[in-house]
């Protein structure tokens, strides 16, 4: 209990520290506990045996099989990726990509080709070539690995530039990728503040940024943890309660059974139930409050409008069952506020805001995360730089084998001509 107690003193005083950083300096707040600098160095990328090309010859060469309807190789979108050299060239290499993903050899674009393809968008100022490649992933097949994923995010957060950054983390979520405790670190933190901004949402925007964090905290029991699975779930049934079950769950890996709102009082119920120190965000209950009260208030217009004879609203993506859910709005409400009072008399309500909470987070827990991710980041790249060995030698060997059958041929057809 006493250590518990020292645990909860010494991340207030961090939270402190981290909100008087923040006031004073927004820029040092940023920078200060994000990636390292040796996480983000380019050494040991930069380190691989290089393969220098002249990309005009590389695309016209490509050009010229893809004409010929054949299927440009893997290694070949490799090279172009790894030696490009300035930002004219991104946007050249950007083409091949697509081209490449409408090839016949579509599902070869390797892994090392992806993560190459998101630093030099970094190395030359692009980074919005590497969003637009990464939200439209099916058109280049742009599916990265968590490292670099974190690469992206991390640079974002350092221009501030939170909306990026979360755009980054919704793909992280779709692919279901928040296995690495950094990505989660990085993820939560791009979101929370984020959310400080207090941005107006679009429809679409408020789902994507519910599943987010509904996802990327689903398995953490946590203050941060619990207090983003209140406002994933709270956003996804503001988003169900507003425009049905449908639009909740189309192309996101979430449940299809209806009730999220109801997922959210049960966050809070866990919370009231625990014995332990677990509280909630006083800012997450205040803008799940805001929700439903906005709901609310919005329902209360409907109806107002129908019994005046205003025009019926139509929307066939809304069936009865959904409207049955939304019906249930007044109890949400009501059940809310119970269970806000009984989380203010257990002395369950967190002061900090959630945006104090993962930047306490990233602060404490970051660093620590780092250390795995470079070990296997390492041993990935070794791996990488194997298979690519492997891949030029077996290159090597089918154009021998094809210049060899090109000379048995010319040499047969020499040999039919001196017999004529």
Known sequence: MVNSKMAASLWRRSVTAAVKVKCSSPSLSVRRWLLSAAYTDTKLWEARVEDPQNLAVLASTMDKTYDRNLPVSSLAMSRFVDNISSREEVDQAEYYLYKFRHSPNCWYLRDWTIHGWIRQCLKYGARDKALHTLKNKVQYGIF????????????????????????????????????????????????????????????????????????????????????????????????????????????????????????????????????????????SLDYVNHLLEELSSASDTESSGEESGGEEKKDNAIDEDDQAEKAKLPQYLSRFKELSRQLEEQNKVESASFQALVTALAQQDLAAAEKPDLEQYKVRVQAWEAEKVVLVQREKEMREKAEQERQEKLAAQAAAAQQQ
């Not at 690495?180 to 679409?204: D, E, K």
């Not at 519910?210 to 406002?231: C, D, K, M, N, W």
């Open 144 to 283: 990265p690995n968590d490292f670099t994923f974190n690469l992206l995010i991390d640079s974002f957060i350092k221009d501030g530039d939170f909306k990026s950054a979360c755009s980054v983390v919704e793909e992280v979520m779709l692919q279901e990728a928040f296995d690495l405790p950094s990505t989660h670190i990085l993820s939560m933190y791009a979101l929370g503040c984020y959310l400080a901004t207090r941005p107006q949402l679009t429809v679409m925007e408020e789902h994507s940024l519910g599943a987010s964090l509904l996802i990327s905290s689903i398995s953490q029991g946590t203050t941060v943890g619990l207090s983003a699975q209140l406002l994933g779930t709270a956003l996804l049934g503001k988003v169900e309660l507003s425009n049905g079950i449908h639009v909740v769950f189309k192309g996101m890996p979430l449940s299809w059974e209806r009730g999220y709102m109801a997922r959210a009082l049960a966050v809070m119920e866990r919370v009231v139930a625990a014995s332990g120190d677990v509280k909630l965000c006083k800012d």
